[in-house]
């Protein structure tokens, strides 16, 4: 069985509503921690735990500047997602071998 780890964290970082309302504040250019935090009425802690959710699934980049940190959308991450969500849920042309192998009882 394959190990989905890494692609596990890119829907891990889309499945909270926090996180969707930072990615909508990124599609607008790249924005300052302190920025980011005030209209979602977050604490920086908890701005800090979505942050480093959505940069470990790729979708985000972050560079220090002083003692704030700035982040951005990742054109490769996005790309990496849609090709993850296409890979995943295209049907496959290769021919599935079998079917149910299953053993059914005659229901009586």
């Known amino acids: 069985m394959e190990d989905y780890r890494q692609e596990a964290k890119v829907f891990r970082a889309l ?3 926090k996180r ?16 980011l935090q005030e209209p979602l009425d977050l604490t ?3 701005l800090s735990y979505h942050m480093k959710i959505l940069c470990e699934s ?6 220090q500047e002083g003692k704030w940190t700035h982040y951005r959308l990742s054109e490769a991450g996005r790309r990496r997602a849609l090709e ?7 049907p496959d042309d290769a021919p599935q071998s079998g079917g149910c192998t299953c053993k059914k009882t005659p229901s009586v």
């Open 15 to 17: 499945c909270d509503e």
């Open 20 to 35: 969707l309302a930072i990615l909508a504040q990124l599609r607008g250019g790249e924005k300052c921690a302190c920025v």
């Open 44 to 46: 920086q802690s908890g």
């Open 58 to 63: 790729g979708l985000v980049q972050s560079r």
């Open 84 to 90: 993850l969500l296409e890979r995943l849920t295209a």
